[in-house]
Structure formats: structure tokens, C-alpha cells
């Protein structure tokens, strides 16, 4: 091969591999991901839970917030697909609370037909939800490279399993009640508005879908472990996480211990709730009605005639979750550095 043609050669395959290399780094710059490392992690975090619904309304958030909060835990994994998009499969076991008693105790006549009702309930979610996270700040090119402080935003679907239960009733003030040891009996099974009757609807279900939104904060503390911190409400498709949704049903048409943890307004002078020392809740409204203005006389008697148990056509039930979570980063393949 003659020098000229040898020459002619080099010089090709050096514009060849310049043109490539040109092209490759334009192409990397046109996909700012295209030298990111994937990875993975685990979620274990609890906090607190509180409710929303016929018993702790939309209309007052602070209140509910502040009205027996109760607990949850959760379990999950992320998968970090880009610098800003994840994706999150976590199951949570949550707590929530409500009772007419406790959250209008301090504002009868503001929550008049709420305390007459006298209804409470507990509840034990377990929630497993996915769901898509977008982050503020972007990560490095692997885990190691993570951003320090990332602030988020998430949104996606949850599958919530629940039953909802209540106290028996109290019958005197020393904590006796005709159902030894005031015990916790679920609420479905009882039919407590007359579910499955004629002309009624059939007997809700203990399984709904939720939505889940919040945000959150993310902080590194080293390679392998993250902290966080997050805020998110649940609003489902359900209006029976509370077991109140609809009217009364006709007394003759239960039996048993349905007929007494269906209408509890005018058979309990004790808030059932409370264990120990239950407080006289129905003497307070013999009292207003005795000794009230006639407009004060006529707004109980009236709340306790009313047809109506719940807010059936408002809002659904939700919830909303606080968590504080610790976040094991998964290590990932160790590869060559790239060559420079």
C-alpha cells in the first residue's frame, strides 16, 4: 500500500471515529438519561392516620386532623427509573378513628345533630397502593450519586381491604354493659341501615379502591440509607369506612344487637367509646331540651326524629397519612468506569 493511500486511510477512520463520537455525545445530550444507573430501594416507615367523614367532616380539616389521630406502618419498594420519575409499591396497615361524642363534646349545639347521633367506630385499613413519584431535584448518575435533599410530589391507585367496628353500649357509669366487657363487634355484618332489605342497598363492601396524593421529602444520610418524611390523603370510593352512610332503617326490621348499634341517640346515656369513667352524654341534651330556648328545644327534638344517619350524597370517607420512613438503597452491579 502506497504512503498516500495509507494515509488516506488513517484519516478516514479518524473522521470516521469523530463523526461517531460527535454524534454519540449529541445523542446523549438530545437523552439527558442516557447514562443513568437504575436502582432500587426499600421502604419501612410509620406515622399517624386520621379521617375523614360523617363523623369528622370535610367542612372542619383542623379539627379532624386533631380528633383521635391514630397510627399506621407501612412496607414498600421504589424503583428510581430516571433522574426525576420512580415508581412505588407499598403496603400500609393503618388505624382510623371516629366518634360523634369526642368531636363535638366542646361545641353541642354547633354540632348538635352529630352528638345526638352518638356513633363511633374504628377501623383497620390495609392499603396497598402504586404509585408514580416525581422528584424536584434530579439524582446523579447512580445511587451514589443522589441528590442530598429531593423534595417529591406522588399520585397513583390503592386497593384498600377494611371493616369497620364499634363498642357496645354502656349501661351505667361503673362500665357494666348488657354485652359483657363492651366489646368491639363488626359492623357490616349487622346490616345496621338495612342493607339487603327491599328497597334498601345491598350490604356494602369491605373491599374499595382509594386514591392516593401527597408529597414529600427525601434526605441522603449516606450511600445506602435515605430518611423521609411524607404527607398523603386517600379519598375513596367507598362512604362506609365509618359504617354510616344512609337513613335509619325501621326498627322492626333488625334484630338484636344490630337494632342497638344501628340507632344509638336516645337508648345510651353514656358515651360507649370510653372504656373507663364513660361521660354522661345524654343528660347534657335532657337538659338543653328542658331548659332551653324554644329554638334550642325544637333542634334536638328534631335531630333525634330525623330519618336521615348519614350525609349520603356528600363526600366519600377518606383518610390521611403521615409517615416517617427509613429507605435502604439496594446496591447495584458494580461496572467499569467509563473511558474518558
Known sequence: MSMTKYKQVVIGAVTTCLLAGLITESSAQRRPNAHFAPYSSIIFGGGTSTYFGDLAGYAKPLKALTTLPRWNLGLGYTRQFTPHFAARAMFTWARIAGDDYTFNKNDIEGGLAQYARNLHFRNDLKEFALTGIYNFVADGRNSNSRARLTPYIFGGLALVAHSPEART?????????????????????????????????????????????????????????????????????????????????????????????????????????????????????????????????????????TPMRGGRGLLNDGYLLTNFSIHYIIPGKIKCPPIK
Open 169 to 305: 353500649p354502656v349501661v351505667n357509669g361503673s362500665g357494666t354493659d348488657v354485652y359483657a366487657g363492651q366489646q368491639w363487634v363488626k359492623l357490616q355484618p349487622l346490616h345496621t341501615e338495612g342493607q339487603g332489605q327491599p328497597g334498601r342497598d345491598k350490604p356494602y363492601s369491605l373491599v374499595t379502591v382509594a386514591i392516593p396524593v401527597g408529597f414529600g421529602v427525601r434526605y441522603k444520610l449516606n450511600d445506602n440509607f435515605n430518611i423521609g418524611a411524607e404527607i398523603g390523603f386517600r379519598y375513596t370510593f367507598t362512604d362506609y369506612l365509618d359504617d354510616v352512610g344512609g337513613s335509619y332503617p325501621a326498627p322492626a326490621t333488625l334484630s338484636g344487637i344490630a337494632t342497638v348499634m344501628s340507632d344509638r341517640r336516645q337508648t345510651e346515656q353514656f358515651a360507649a367509646r370510653y372504656l373507663k369513667n364513660p361521660p354522661d352524654r345524654y343528660t347534657v341534651l335532657v337538659n338543653l331540651y328542658s331548659t332551653g330556648t324554644p329554638d334550642q328545644r325544637a333542634a334536638v327534638a328534631n335531630v333525634l326524629s
